[in-house]
T-cell receptor
């Protein structure tokens, strides 16, 4: 079983709609969680960190569910520019540095 | 700051040749990571360093792969001999642990796209 798993998609979303997807992680002691965005043939870039209480950044909302070991990302009012692959990242428990990436969820926003 | 700088951006080589990928981290970042990305396997952590010391190399596929960080401003990933299955995009990333306003964000270079024929 992979340490970090994501639905690969693609999620085809009409412009203006809301889309949400999850990421599950296997190590219950994991401490730090992030969502990264990767555009085609580009490097990943941080979208947002995920905090225990949940957090929002504009149209993006991230949630952490430690009991069920998943994090989620919700995008409201989708824009064409939101089309990308969204990577879930978990820092495995015991020491800072062992970041594991999910395979990514592809989102395609259509006009 | 110039960000993480990787070279070469593209490399095409023949099976059996030695390949050396280079990375210059962001100044002050004491963690450096090498990742490999393929369509089939996604982003895989190969090895990471803290203060120039390798901490975890369990992701290095086999002995053909080696990585060094001789000083705080330079790291290399070497493949010798290279094989077609090594074809991938190799990313270098750096960061600092989270502290106050620092979120612990990973900063990636633009990657080195390797094709082994």
């Amino acid at each position: 079983r992979k340490e970090v798993e994501q639905d690969p998609g693609p999620f085809n979303v009409p412009e203006g709609a809301t889309v949400a997807f999850n990421c599950t992680y296997s190590n219950s002691a994991s401490q730090s969680f992030f969502w990264y965005r990767q555009d085609c043939r580009k490097e990943p870039k941080l979208l947002m960190s995920v905090y225990s209480s949940g957090n929002e950044d504009g149209r993006f909302t991230a949630q952490l569910n430690r009991a069920s070991q998943y994090i989620s990302l919700l995008i409201r009012d989708s824009k064409l520019s939101d089309s990308a692959t969204y990577l879930c990242v978990v820092n495995l428990a015991d020491s800072w540095g062992k970041f594991q990436f999910g395979a990514g969820t592809q989102v395609v926003v259509t006009p | 700051d110039a960000g993480v700088i990787q070279s070469p951006r593209h490399e095409v080589t023949e099976m059996g040749q030695e390949v050396t990928l280079r990375c210059k981290p962001i100044s002050g970042h004491d963690y450096l990571f090498w990742y490999r990305q393929t369509m089939m396997r996604g982003l895989e952590l190969l090895i990471y360093f803290n203060n120039n010391v390798p901490i975890d190399d369990s992701g290095m596929p086999e002995d053909r792969f080696s990585a060094k960080m001789p000083n705080a401003s330079f790291s290399t990933l070497k493949i010798q001999p290279s094989e077609p299955r090594d074809s991938a995009v190799y990313f270098c990333a750096t960061n600092r642990p989270p502290h106050r306003a620092n979120t612990g964000e990973l900063f990636f270079g633009e990657g080195s796209r390797l094709t082994v024929l």
